[in-house]
């Protein structure tokens, strides 16, 4: 009897499960759907970098029209959208005391006028009588200069337009109490229009007159709306930080006078770069061959590589043949996307390299960045690191072999300026023969602001003959001392004996054992390698190189 209780609760729990499960199903249907990925295949487009600010149109010349005085408003123009000249009255404030005030100034001026007539005909009867004309003279020159101030008190109190044009806008009502504080009229030419744009004063060292911007209205949301910088006020605001930059518009343009518009001034545009779309995993590595045709003539390169938000990208840099070549390459990774960078400079012996790889995180982002240099006369690679946003990850490899007579330098600059952000350098060098050079100088800077920051810096070079020298210089600014961890190490050495005794006593031949040593010193960076046929052409040549 035990039994059955047994199997038919078990049933009972069986069912109930399966009805749990289906219910659930049923009201959660996403949380048991495998997640969705779009692939897709990074693309050559324009890029551009701008600088955001929001703005207000406004003509390029007008004025307000404000009372001088605190008054009752007695006449006011109908005249929006009407051409105004300058002078024309626009309207009039209470103006009935002062006019009153100067009525009696008047009748009192006529009084002195006489006075001073009948003065000035006794004037040279004896010293009494021309001493009562000076007197009266005075009081005739004092009436006629208060009588001319009550008249401009008077004309203070009638609102003019102070220039040619239109009467943009006409704010207020008779018998409304206005002030100084109340503008009354927006008087100037309708055209040229212009965009008035407040930018944070950390942005403004990259606006210049004459850049393109490009602007978007709630008004026009389907519409390109461009302009150009004008001018930028030479004196900031320092309450809100920002400075004025003022941006022409064209003739054509559809917005209006008062609208408001988010404005995006454009300061680097490269007209073709790999660009990864948002959210996107491409289905393949980017493959941007480089190849040298001779050292004859310089040549110069601009790579830009953009992945949108959320997205995963790997791009190879493959570098080979012989020239003299310098270039840059710009590295941008929106928030939460990833990229894997190889650059491979497998160039021929005589070979001038100089290159600047500048990589810049968003928020959450993450790159992983190897450089591997085995070719080239001399080659100087000069990646650096910025962060816009918290959660920054940069981990960045460099594996090099140095040949006799060649000159590697590989420069680190690493700026940790946003609040828990992370870096990881390793780069690993072998050197042989004379007169092989190699230099690695990592410069890791936290500034007061990046509290959290957690990095580590290591290089490790292998001196393998005699006349090859390595020169590694590691440097650490720490500006907090809330930091999670920081940390530099640096080492130079030839081949361990032990390792050597120990692969040498169990029947492997000496270079053999020198092989695998440098295999294992190189293994822990081949493997940071993503994309399969670099990582076993990086190999092959090491074990070519190191024959």
Not at 9 to 21: D, M, P, R
Not at 274 to 284: H, M, Q, R
Not at 369 to 388: A, E, F, K, Q
Not at 474 to 493: D, K, Q, V
């Amino acid at each position: 009897m035990a039994s059955r209780v047994l199997v038919w609760s078990g049933s009972v729990l069986a069912v109930l499960a399966i009805a749990g499960v289906g219910g659930a199903y049923l009201k959660y249907p996403d949380l048991f759907q495998p997640p969705k990925v779009t692939t897709a295949v990074a693309i050559l487009a324009p890029v551009s970098e701008a600088i955001y600010g929001t703005g207000t149109v406004e003509p390029e010349r007008w004025a307000k029209v404000v009372p001088v005085q605190r008054r009752r408003l007695v006449e006011l123009c109908r005249c929006e959208g009407q051409p105004v000249k300058v002078g024309q009255i626009l309207g009039r404030q209470d103006d009935a005391e002062e006019k009153s005030a100067l009525h009696e100034l008047e009748i009192n001026h006529d009084q002195i006028e006489r006075d001073l007539s009948r003065a000035e005909k006794d004037r040279d009867k004896n010293d009494a009588a021309k001493t009562e004309y000076e007197r009266r003279s005075t009081q005739f020159e004092e009436s006629k200069s208060r009588i001319s101030a009550q008249k401009v008190r008077i004309d203070a109190l009638v609102l003019r337009a102070p220039l040619d044009g239109m009467v943009l806008r006409r704010d207020g009502e008779v018998g409304e109490i206005v002030g100084p504080t109340d503008v009354l009229f927006w008087v100037g030419p309708p055209a040229p229009m212009q965009v008035v744009a407040e930018i944070n004063e950390e942005e403004i060292t990259r606006i210049v007159a004459g850049q393109k911007a490009f602007l978007r209205s709630e008004a026009f949301p389907d519409q390109s709306l461009r302009a150009i910088v004008s001018q930028i006020t030479p004196k900031g605001d320092p309450t809100r930080k920002t400075f004025r930059v003022y941006l022409l518009l064209p003739r054509d343009t559809p917005l209006r006078i008062g609208m408001t518009v988010e404005v995006n001034i454009i300061y680097r545009e490269k007209n073709a770069a790999v660009v990864v779309p948002a959210e996107a995993v491409t289905s393949a590595p980017t493959v941007i061959t480089v190849r040298g045709q001779g050292i004859d003539g310089a040549a110069f390169g601009h790579t830009v590589v953009d992945v949108g938000p959320m997205a995963r990208a790997t791009v190879v840099l493959d570098h080979r043949g012989s020239a003299t070549y310098a270039d840059n390459v710009e590295l941008v990774v929106a928030d939460g996307a990833a990229l894997s960078v190889v650059s491979l400079q497998d160039w021929a012996d005589d070979t001038v390299h100089l290159s600047h790889h500048h990589v810049q995180l968003g928020k959450d982002a993450k790159i992983s960045h190897t450089v591997v240099t085995l070719g080239g006369d001399l080659v100087r690679i000069v990646p650096s690191v910025t962060y816009t946003g918290r959660g920054g990850d940069a981990e960045l490899n460099g594996l090099y072999i140095t040949d006799a007579g060649q000159h590697q330098e590989h420069r680190l600059f690493v700026e940790h300026s946003v609040p828990d952000c992370k870096s990881r350098v390793l780069y690993k060098g072998a050197l042989q023969g004379d007169g092989a050079h190699s230099v690695w100088i990592g410069d890791v800077l936290i500034e007061a602001t990046a509290t959290g920051t957690d990095t580590y810096e290591y290089n490790r070079n292998l001196v393998l003959t005699d006349g090859a020298r390595a020169d590694s210089v590691p440097n650490l600014e720490i500006l907090t001392g809330e930091i999670t961890g920081a940390g530099h190490a640096s080492a130079n050495g030839r081949l361990e004996d032990t390792h050597l005794f120990y692969l040498m006593a169990r029947g492997i031949p000496y270079d053999e054992a020198r092989r695998l040593v440098i295999r294992g010193f190189f293994g822990e960076l081949l493997a940071k390698i993503e994309v399969g046929e670099v990582r076993d052409r990086v190999a092959q040549v090491v074990e070519a190189e190191l024959a």
